[in-house]
């Protein structure tokens, strides 16, 4: 496994914008995020593999999932931010993006958690 260490969630008014970040220790074909905020389940919202991303129609032209190889660090950039936003986001490792983007709660791999508030 891959440890992951997320960062850069906050508390944004609606129609802001956050970047997240994730660190991860080692290689992983597909790495992506997905959020999971209180008393509902995990939600997939974008993978990279092989600098090809992928997202979930719900973040789609919302949000943009990046890779900067020399920095061995992924982001997610989030613009528009809506109130409904508002969750626990969480880095994630994978060997294909459809167990991020469709299966989250099968993903055996993940970071702690950055927490995006955000305000009406």
């Known amino acids: 496994q891959v440890n992951l260490v997320e960062s850069g969630g906050g508390s944004v008014q609606a129609g802001g914008s956050l970047r997240l970040s994730c660190a991860p220790s080692?290689?992983?074909?597909?790495m992506g995020w997905f959020r999971q905020a209180p008393g509902k389940e995990r939600e997939g919202l974008a993978a990279?593999?092989?600098?090809?991303?992928y997202y979930a129609d719900v973040v789609k032209g919302r949000f943009t999932i990046s890779q900067d190889y020399a920095k061995n660090s992924m982001y997610l950039e989030m613009n528009s931010l809506k109130p409904e936003d508002t969750a626990m986001y969480y880095c994630?490792?994978?060997?294909?993006?459809?167990?991020?983007?469709?299966?989250?709660?099968?993903?055996?791999?993940w970071g702690q958690g950055t927490l995006v508030t955000v305000s009406s």
């Open positions: 080692g290689y992983s074909r597909c």
């Open positions: 994630a490792a994978a060997t294909i993006a459809e167990t991020i983007l469709k299966t989250p709660g099968a993903l055996n791999n």
């Open positions: 990279i593999c092989a600098g090809f991303a």
